[in-house]
């Protein structure tokens, strides 16, 4: 592998990386507070890619990048307040089938709504041009406001946790609910908040990953699993674990694409350039197998990996 | 010693007629009891007598039928942050500090929102110097005594006109259950009422202007600490072991 693929590597792999963490994060916070994984996560996602597509072809990209993401938290916090709160006392077999519900009423509306095919949604003009040149190789503007713009939430977000009375609060509202609202908050209003935010966050993803990543019906489809194989791997309800596992995520998919390695070159090292013929069929399948082909399953791999061997995730308390 | 209580002291707390509900276990039938301004008020009584519940009734934690006023004002069917707004604190009997966080935090967690209370940051160091020294450690870390003293000054930040304490002493060793009864007294001594859960009768007895004996979910004896010695009725029925 070149200096440049490398490079490059590591630049695609933190940006898809970091945008994955920029749902990863919603997703485990709302998890630490509901007990379930939100399967309707990756929808929101996409209903933030579309309604970024709707509303920059109305006042521009910018102003669509601030309220794409506040409709998409309005509607997060709606569904948590009318919908999940009600269904809460059905316990989270209830919980997880209200979620992948509403992912499949998002997916069906985006379809009555927009269509079948992708969307026409361009990286916006103003950012349209070469950041720098690395190898030769320009980096797109773009690409370079996406990573900023991920690492900038991510940032303010752990301060926010960490640094604030409301951090304080929302973190001990998701282990001892109760004795916080005896302390007077309303711990109700903290979880809707939290839904909210976590959603709008999800739509923030949507409106800067739209343009890269192609805004069609199937895109919470298509990033929905990748989403659990994070929050799994880093640890269900640690914010630590996903950030670890979202950039582990971006590199081996990154990574895996780059790299040309099969089994054969493997053997081809000591010599051995035929698979041997007593093994049969299966073996010269996967003889000539790419690690670039086997790219896409490499996460899943990992996930069962992890939950064979470490079933609490890299960083989780609970199995 | 315990504060002078002034006689013609105003009642904060009217409990009348209070029934609560576990799922569908019946556990408080109908409950009287009063706290003037100022008072330490005990509750005294058995396991499973419906002391904890009636706390946790008043705090609108459980499900209840009857009335609540607080203050003049009724409490029915609030919720326990606005129960907690209106002025009561409650610590439970659990220890419930916030482990993960620091002592510090857990405090900030308690502060009210708006306003100078009775209670500074500092006022509460100065309560219990301990906090003050542990402040940036993790409140999983302290001794049990210390996250008894934590859970209530956590509560007491926030600047309650009545604090319910839920068997404060409760494994604790001798010298922190002084501690614990020597901290009331100072609570009280600010003009907090106190309404107190205790299963030792030697400090419910020594600290407390009223008590109430508890059985089966009812009130079974009201009075003061001598009224409570001089039955030993009561206390052979209802307290004894």
């Not at chain 1, 990863?24 to 994984?37: K, P």
């Not at chain 1, 509202?173 to 109700?188: A, F, I, N």
């Not at chain 1, 690690?291 to 996930?303: A, D, E, H, M, T």
Request: with cysteine; charged share 15%.
């Amino acid at each position: 592998m070149s200096a440049e693929v490398i490079t490059f590597s590591l630049l695609n792999g933190t940006l898809y990386g970091m945008l994955l963490f920029l749902l990863a994060s919603g997703l485990t916070l709302i998890f630490s507070m509901m007990g379930v994984l939100n399967f309707a996560h990756a929808s929101f996602f996409m209903l933030g890619a579309y309604f970024g597509y709707e509303i920059s072809g109305i006042v521009g990209f910018f102003p669509a990048l601030i309220i794409a993401p506040v409709l998409v938290g309005l509607f997060g916090a709606l569904i948590e307040r009318y919908g999940l709160r009600r269904v809460h006392k059905f316990g989270h077999l209830g919980e997880l089938l209200f979620t992948i519900g509403v992912a499949f009423v998002i997916e069906e509306a985006i379809q009555m709504i927009w269509g079948r095919s992708p969307m026409d949604y361009q990286v916006p003009e103003a950012l349209n041009f070469t950041a720098f040149e690395i190898f030769g190789t320009g980096y797109p503007a773009f690409r370079l406001f996406m990573l900023i713009m991920s690492v900038a939430i991510f940032a303010g977000l752990a301060l926010l946790l960490t640094r604030t009375r409301v951090g304080l609060i929302v973190k001990a509202s998701l282990t001892h609910p109760e004795m916080v609202s005896m302390l007077g908050h309303d711990v109700p209003l903290v979880f809707m908040s939290v839904f909210g935010v976590g959603s709008a966050l999800a739509g923030v993803a949507g409106v800067i990953g739209g343009p890269i990543l192609i805004t069609q019906p199937s895109m919470a489809a298509a990033l929905g699993p990748i989403l659990f194989v994070i929050v799994v791997v880093g640890g269900l309800g640690s914010l630590a674990g996903a950030f670890i596992a979202s950039l582990l995520v971006g590199f081996i998919q990154t990574f895996a694409v780059a790299i040309d390695l099969s089994v054969a070159d493997v053997f081809g090292l000591i010599g051995v350039t035929q698979p041997p013929a007593a093994l049969g069929a299966l073996v010269s399948d996967i003889w000539n197998v790419s690690v670039s082909q086997v790219g896409p399953v490499i996460p899943y791999l990992l996930l069962v990996v992890m939950l064979i061997f470490r079933p609490m995730g890299l960083i989780g308390k609970r199995a | 010693m315990k504060p002078e209580l002034n006689i013609t002291a105003e009642t904060l707390l009217s409990v009348r007629g209070l029934q609560a509900w576990y799922g569908k276990s019946h556990i408080l039938h109908g409950v009287d009891l009063d706290v003037k301004r100022g008072e330490i008020v005990s509750l005294l009584g058995r396991n499973g007598a419906g002391r904890s519940t009636l706390l946790k009734a008043i705090m609108g934690a459980v499900t209840t039928k009857g009335e609540v006023q607080f203050g003049g004002q009724s409490l029915g069917g609030q919720k326990p942050h606005r129960i907690a707004h209106a002025g009561i604190g409650y610590v439970p009997e659990n220890r419930d500090v916030f482990p993960d966080l620091t002592v510090r935090e857990n405090l900030i967690l308690g502060l009210k929102p708006k306003g100078e209370g009775r209670w500074s940051m500092e006022d509460i160091f100065d309560l219990f110097p301990v906090l003050r020294t542990r402040a940036e450690t993790n409140a999983g870390s302290l001794s049990g005594g210390e996250q008894q003293m934590l859970t209530i000054c956590r509560t007491l930040i926030g600047d309650p006109d009545l604090i319910m304490v839920d068997e404060p002493t409760e494994g604790l060793a001798p010298k922190m259950v002084a501690a614990v009864g020597e901290l009331l007294e100072r609570i009280a001594a600010k003009g907090v009422s106190i309404l107190l859960v205790e299963q030792k009768l030697v400090i419910a007895l020594d600290i407390s202007h009223r008590l109430y004996v508890m059985g089966h979910g009812e009130i079974v004896f009201e009075g003061t600490p001598t009224g409570l010695m001089n039955a030993p009725e009561v206390r052979a029925e209802w307290l004894e072991v």
